[in-house]
């Protein structure tokens, strides 16, 4: 009875509009008194602490950096002209780009909402002009962000191997195929959704005239990626060492080469840097003082016996199944690092004990997590475009179940084919 007083407490938190943080800790702070056992109170200073000591988390602010200056450098804007050149031809050619710049873009910063918000800025209305509903383009930058959670660098894969100790550089290299699945499989709604609604060819021909001159300039945008993914596959440098080196070039290139970046815009993106990574490190903190009080309580361990008794140890693809659609709900009503960090070390045992492969399972963990960032109430992607579109927030939410119903069927296909995420993780010997 306690235990649904102190959800219920959570969720009024969150309503009135509680920081996140502050309600899981507010959370723990009540469930820790209401054991009668004061002294337990310093576990959550050292928890809070905890969560967030880690060397593998050192990564994440560069690559949110590396992002940030991509797009006040003008890089970002040279790569959506890259995926014009190759993409843009066809009928509903800008809904490709968005898929494509997505792609291109994942290899940067790793994270959905720079994504929406970078390409969302620049294609929303382009697509819009070219003939598409506003709902649909929207809803196509809301889904094509999440492949920058995928596709190597993931702040979610980056935060998933902190907690279970996972190669971040398997990760990264089981991340790609998928990621590319997840495009292909948005640019085949894309194509369905042009020749239904017979959307107009794009005029691409000022873009074919300018071609050398974009293909020219695509090269600085695209090294960033290539230091990114290559290094880090390779061997060559740490993930830590690649986002350093990313940030680096962006500085260099944007100030000498596009000479678009300025002091003023390296502070700013700098100050969105600490206020995106300071976020995500209270919310890691927090959800550890959360996770510890509930294995005091030892809630996480009645779950695991739950699922132990049940069978369904011995049927990997049913368990991965049960654990996505348990992620995917409670996905739809809290934060997305939160959810990552409270039930990664409650699920990520029961994996390992079914004999899943630990690469795999991260992907589909953070494809999970990433889906939920454009699902209803919550879905803080669709907040972003719904915004920079000026779309209503309830026509999008109508608008963004075909694609989430896409997502979820390429995760399907992750769970029942492992060699997705085994293959380029064991030619790389990773």
């Known amino acids: 009875m306690y235990g649904i007083i102190l959800f219920i407490g959570f969720i009024l938190q969150m309503l009135i509009g509680v920081p996140l943080y502050a309600s899981l800790l507010m959370t723990s702070l009540l469930g820790i008194i209401g054991t009668g056992n004061l ?53 509903g050619g800008l809904g490709y780009v968005n898929v494509v710049g997505s792609v291109v873009f994942a290899g940067v910063n790793g994270s959905a909402a720079a994504d929406a918000s970078a390409l969302g800025s620049i294609l929303i209305h382009a697509m819009v002009k070219e003939g598409f509903p506003a709902a649909y383009s929207a809803g196509i930058t809301a889904a094509t962000s999440m492949i920058g959670p995928i596709i190597p660098p993931s702040i979610f894969m980056i935060i998933y191997a902190s907690l279970t100790n996972t190669s971040i550089g398997g990760l990264f290299a089981a991340g790609f195929l998928p990621g590319l699945v997840l495009g292909l499989a948005y640019m085949i709604m894309n194509w369905h959704y042009s020749r239904k609604y017979n959307v107009p060819v794009t005029n691409t021909e000022e873009v074919y005239k300018a071609k050398w001159e974009i293909l020219r300039r695509s090269v ?59 976020a995500v490190f209270l919310i890691m903190g927090a959800a550890s003082v959360v996770g ?6 030892r809630v996480t361990q009645a779950f695991s016996s739950v699922i132990i008794n049940s069978g369904l140890m011995n049927h990997p693809f049913l368990l991965m199944l049960v654990l996505s659609a348990i992620v995917f709900v409670i996905g739809m009503f809290m934060e997305e690092v939160a959810v990552l960090t409270l039930l990664t ?20 963990m953070t494809l999970n997590v990433t889906i939920a960032l454009i699902t209803p109430p919550v879905g803080a992607c669709n907040y972003i475009v719904a915004a920079l579109g000026h779309v209503p927030i309830g026509e999008l939410f109508r608008e963004i179940w075909p694609f989430i119903m896409v997502a979820l069927a390429v995760l399907i296909i992750i769970i029942m084919f492992p060699s997705l995420t085994a293959i380029i993780p064991s030619i790389m010997r990773l």
């Open 39 to 91: 002294t337990l109170l310093r576990i959550i200073p050292q928890q809070f602490y905890g969560g967030m000591d880690s060397f593998t988390l050192m990564a994440l602010p560069f690559f949110i950096l590396t992002g940030n200056l991509m797009n006040r450098s003008g890089l970002t804007d040279r790569l959506i002209d890259f995926s014009r050149l190759i993409v843009g031809r066809v009928r």
């Open 292 to 297: 510890w009080y509930l294995k005091y309580e």
């Open 220 to 278: 600085m945008a695209l090294i960033a990626p290539l230091i990114i993914m290559g290094g880090i596959i390779i061997g060559i440098v740490t993930p830590t060492e690649s986002g350093a080196l990313a940030c680096l070039y962006c500085i260099i290139a944007g100030f000498f080469f596009t000479r678009e970046l300025t002091l003023k815009t390296l502070c700013i993106s700098l100050y969105e840097t600490i206020r995106s990574t300071a």
């Open 345 to 364: 070390p409650v699920f990520y045992p029961l994996a390992m004990r079914a004999g899943i492969n630990p690469f795999q399972f991260g992907v589909v």
